[in-house]
């Protein structure tokens, strides 16, 4: 629940210094485990080789996909990694440099939503984060963890300041953010109805609570988003796919013994 404390907010050049402090922290931890242990020109292993050879074979003209496979993974990681590619070409060191970078954000966001909603507590999420050794271990590998972890940093503090403001852009762009959290990780695709139905349940006097229009907003962000991939999907694979090709696999996987033979094929 938000907290109610009316205490002056933290001086916004005290804000600025710890944001940055906590940025340069993740950054160097991060950037000395790649360095130091993993390497970057380390094996692609994992999930790794997908989204690098989906940018890498974009670039080289080959259109989207991964192997045979067309839609088996999100499509935003390696969305990401095109332009970047674009510029210093398709290497795999530098899709691990991205996720270094992009993973230090969060230890900054979670600084930023604590002050907001717990002003005299002591922001400890966001160092706590940034020296977290398996959110350090994770920042060396091409995943998309890493990008949904910023991701998810980010539409909590959105999500937040909407219904604190009554700002009903931050809601729109908290749609926006939940659609791209979806097509990171496809497991998230059902959070913004869970989040929305457990605002429902809160008292109209609660503080921070969402107000119709905000939803409404929300969900048109969401669906805006949303939108660009599932019609390619409908035009490649002609059926409904918000995500992927992959959720019935993943379905099974986490609802069943991992050695199956149908989750193993």
């Given at each position: 629940?938000?907290?109610q404390?009316n205490?002056?907010?933290v001086?916004?050049?005290i804000?600025?210094?710890?944001?940055?402090?906590l940025?340069?922290?993740?950054l160097?931890?991060?950037?000395a485990?790649?360095?130091?242990v993993?390497?970057?020109?380390?094996p692609l292993?994992?999930?790794?080789?997908?989204?690098?050879?989906?940018?890498?074979?974009?670039l080289?003209?080959?259109?989207w996909?991964?192997?045979?496979?067309?839609?088996?993974?999100?499509p935003?990681?390696?969305?990401?990694?095109?332009?970047?590619y674009?510029?210093?070409?398709?290497?795999?060191?530098?899709?691990?440099?991205?996720m270094?970078?992009?993973?230090s954000?969060v230890?900054?966001?979670l600084?930023?939503?604590?002050?907001?909603?717990f002003?005299r507590?002591?922001?400890?999420?966001?160092?706590?984060?940034?020296?977290?050794?398996?959110?350090?271990?994770?920042?060396?590998f091409?995943?998309?963890?890493?990008?949904?972890?910023?991701?998810?940093?980010?539409?909590?503090?959105?999500?937040?300041?909407?219904?604190?403001?009554?700002?009903?852009?931050?809601?729109?762009?908290?749609?926006?953010?939940?659609?791209?959290?979806?097509?990171?990780?496809?497991v998230?695709?059902?959070?913004?109805?869970?989040l929305?139905g457990?605002?429902?349940?809160?008292?109209?006097?609660?503080?921070?609570?969402?107000?119709?229009r905000?939803t409404?907003?929300?969900?048109?962000?969401?669906?805006?988003?949303?939108?660009?991939?599932?019609?390619?999907?409908?035009?490649v694979?002609h059926?409904?796919?918000?995500?992927?090709?992959?959720?019935?696999?993943?379905?099974?996987?986490?609802n069943?013994?991992?050695?199956?033979p149908a989750?193993?094929?």
């Amino acid at each position: 629940m938000v907290s109610q404390d009316n205490a002056p907010d933290v001086h916004p050049a005290i804000r600025l210094r710890t944001v940055l402090l906590l940025l340069g922290l993740s950054l160097l931890t991060r950037g000395a485990y790649l360095l130091a242990v993993r390497g970057p020109d380390a094996p692609l292993v994992g999930d790794e080789p997908g989204f690098h050879q989906i940018a890498a074979g974009c670039l080289a003209g080959e259109g989207w996909h991964d192997g045979p496979y067309y839609s088996t993974r999100a499509p935003l990681p390696s969305a990401i990694l095109i332009p970047i590619y674009a510029l210093t070409g398709a290497r795999p060191e530098v899709g691990r440099w991205t996720m270094v970078a992009i993973s230090s954000w969060v230890a900054p966001l979670l600084y930023v939503i604590e002050r907001w909603v717990f002003k005299r507590r002591l922001a400890l999420a966001g160092w706590i984060w940034a020296l977290y050794p398996p959110s350090i271990f994770y920042a060396s590998f091409l995943l998309s963890e890493n990008l949904a972890a910023t991701l998810s940093a980010a539409c909590l503090g959105t999500f937040i300041a909407s219904g604190l403001t009554r700002r009903v852009g931050l809601a729109f762009l908290t749609g926006i953010l939940w659609a791209a959290l979806a097509l990171t990780r496809p497991v998230f695709l059902l959070l913004p109805f869970f989040l929305l139905g457990m605002n429902l349940l809160l008292p109209r006097t609660t503080p921070g609570r969402w107000g119709g229009r905000s939803t409404v907003l929300a969900l048109a962000g969401f669906a805006l988003a949303m939108a660009p991939w599932t019609i390619r999907n409908a035009v490649v694979h002609h059926r409904f796919m918000p995500t992927t090709s992959y959720g019935g696999i993943m379905l099974s996987s986490t609802n069943a013994t991992l050695g199956h033979p149908a989750v193993q094929s």
